[in-house]
């Protein structure tokens, strides 16, 4: 995530179809970059080392680019203020998100193997389908493929029948 990438008027984030990686040494392509794009071209003949390196940054999915709104919430807004304020990018490297949530689970008292970024996104995507957000507004702000894992998250939780029931009797 790039300062570049936020636009400020509408507070939301646009991760971008492709951003050129610069994380590497003189603003050059970094090693999980150079890393991934290794095993791209060995998972695929058709491709050199050098296409798929020009490939990266890219979200894991088509889907993966997408605006994330973030104005809907006050909280959010102060923390992607305050993160901006100091950083223009996000400084570190994956791992270390990782080792920092597993932290934090562990100083809250969780169970800390069940506690990683990829759990917190899903109890997200759950928290919202409970508000009720809709399938289609669901599956954008999460990047999703499939409509269906929206819909999916949606029937479980059972927070959109909620919201639709209590639009239908709320003169009663
Ligand atoms: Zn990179």
Known sequence: MK????DWDRQQINIPRHDRCDFGKNGGYCGYCEQQARLAAKCNEDLSFDEALEDRWQPKTTTGARAVPFGWNDEIVSV????????????RSRAV?????TKVAEEAGMKSDEVYPHALRATAGTHHAYRGLSTLALQSLMGWERIDTARKYLR?????TAKA???VYEDD
């Open 3 to 6: 300062e570049s990438w936020v």
């Open 80 to 91: 992607v203020e305050a993160f901006f304020e100091i950083y223009d990018r996000w400084p």
């Open 97 to 101: 998100v990782n080792r920092r949530v």
């Open 156 to 160: 479980v939780s059972g927070g959109a």
């Open 165 to 167: 029931l209590e639009e």
